[in-house]
């Protein structure tokens, strides 16, 4: 499995920007599809962006389109999360996940992805 370790969270304001980073260790990265899940408190653990190991091809959950924006630098071994016109909505903690065998055209279940970070907290207040 590839080791991932997350970084940038914390506490802003509603409409503030935030960069999550993980770094990836363990594994050749480029053999790897790299995503971003989030979970609220009390709530599912659910897929948030996804992009492949070119990073040419990306996918989004719905809520986060036009606001979020996934990429990777393969030079770094590592994938961020740009997050911008952030909501209350959008508080949770937020982990990295690599499979090499997802489809971006599957469902993009948690269950999908064998590796994960320890998760970053983002809090966004009213």
């Known amino acids: 499995q590839m080791q991932l370790v997350e970084s940038g969270g914390g506490l802003v304001q509603a409409g503030d920007s935030l960069r999550l980073s993980c770094l990836a260790s363990?594994?050749?990265?480029?053999?790897?599809?790299m995503a971003w899940f989030r979970q609220a408190p009390g709530k599912e653990r659910e897929f948030v962006a996804v992009?492949?190991?070119?990073?040419?091809?990306?996918r989004y959950e719905d809520s986060v389109k036009g606001r979020f924006t996934i990429s990777r630098d393969n030079a770094k071994n590592t994938v961020y999360l740009e997050m911008t016109s952030l909501k209350p909505e959008d508080t949770a903690v937020y982990y990295c996940?690599?499979?090499?065998?997802?489809?971006?055209?599957?469902?993009?279940?948690?269950?999908?992805?064998?590796?994960w970070g320890q998760g970053t907290q983002v809090t966004v207040s009213s």
């Open positions: 363990g594994r050749t990265f480029t053999n790897y599809a």
């Open positions: 992009i492949n190991w070119q990073g040419l091809h990306t």
């Open positions: 996940a690599a499979d090499a065998w997802v489809s971006l055209g599957g469902k993009m279940d948690a269950a999908d992805f064998s590796s």
